[in-house]
């Protein structure tokens, strides 16, 4: 009949099967590291038999520590990889980062503090109304958010109502509403260049209906648009006037005027490029 020790020593394993090279056996007969000689076995005196059972020296325990470390790291930049797949859908947004800022546009220290605030602006729901001119910066200091938020491992979509609307014109009713619920699940929503999208009935209520269900769930939004500031202050009709209303609710407006960022761009280029006919 087999004793505890036996059954017990035949589920820990053996010192030769974790052995190193360099590792001895100390005065006291157990198994030691040699390496940073603390005990890789520790006697368990169970019925009368000692058993050396495997313990961790600290060379195995940092070894583990750094594998679980490496480990960790990489599930977190699959993780970030799959929110900024998901997240960022135009691909010529994913350059746009604050690694990339040439310096031209100094407002877009605003946009680095609203992300090293972050926890703030979402408990406080704190959006922004990012206005202005054609090629003035807007969806880059946008994008600089998205990107930088989505590097800490923050849920944010960045998109626009002509993609959105463009989604909701082939779903039914309870499709419609699954979809935008889950534009709500994002920490950060993103619209770029609202005023864009065709003026309809079915679109308009669609954005409202897109802003209005972002207010009640007392997240942020950012939304990028073209259109003056004085255009949303007096809107033409009811339907704008909702649209509008439920915006300056959430976002405070801040404007993008001046040089446009883009016409600096196409000058650098002409810059580069002027040696081709010279």
Request: with cysteine; charged share 30%; net charge neutral.
């Amino acid at each position: 009949m087999k004793t505890a020790g036996d059954l017990i020593g035949g589920v820990f394993p053996q010192s030769e099967s974790y052995k190193k090279e360099d590792d001895y056996i100390g005065e006291d007969g157990l198994l030691y590291c040699g390496i940073c000689h603390e005990r890789k076995q520790y006697p368990l005196k169970i019925d009368g038999a000692v058993i050396p059972v495997k313990a961790l020296c600290r060379c195995e325990t940092q070894r583990r520590n750094d594998m679980e470390a490496e480990e960790r790291k990489k599930r977190k930049a699959a993780y970030i990889q799959r929110l900024r797949e998901k997240g960022i859908q135009d691909r010529a947004l994913l350059d746009d980062t604050f690694g990339h800022d040439d310096g031209s546009l100094p407002i877009l220290r605003s946009a680095r503090r609203y992300v090293d605030t972050w926890q703030k602006r979402k408990v406080n729901n704190d959006g922004l109304l990012l206005w202005g001119e054609v090629g003035t910066g807007k969806t880059f200091y946008a994008a600089c958010i998205a990107n930088a938020l989505i590097d800490q491992g923050v849920p944010v979509m960045m998109t626009n109502f002509a993609k959105i609307l463009n989604r909701l014109s082939g779903l039914y009713s309870n499709d419609k509403n699954e979809f935008i619920d889950e534009l709500m699940r994002y920490d950060l929503l993103i619209i770029d260049d609202l005023g864009i999208e065709r003026n309809t009935e079915f679109a308009l209520e669609q954005i409202y209906n897109v802003i209005d269900e972002r207010y009640k769930t007392k997240l942020p939004l950012i939304i990028t648009t073209n259109l003056s500031l004085d255009t949303m202050k007096h809107p033409e009709d009811l339907a704008h006037y909702r649209i509008y209303d439920r915006i300056f609710s959430m976002c405070i407006p801040v404007s993008f005027l001046g040089h446009t960022h883009r016409k600096r761009e196409s000058e650098i280029k002409i810059r580069s490029c002027r040696e081709l006919f010279e």
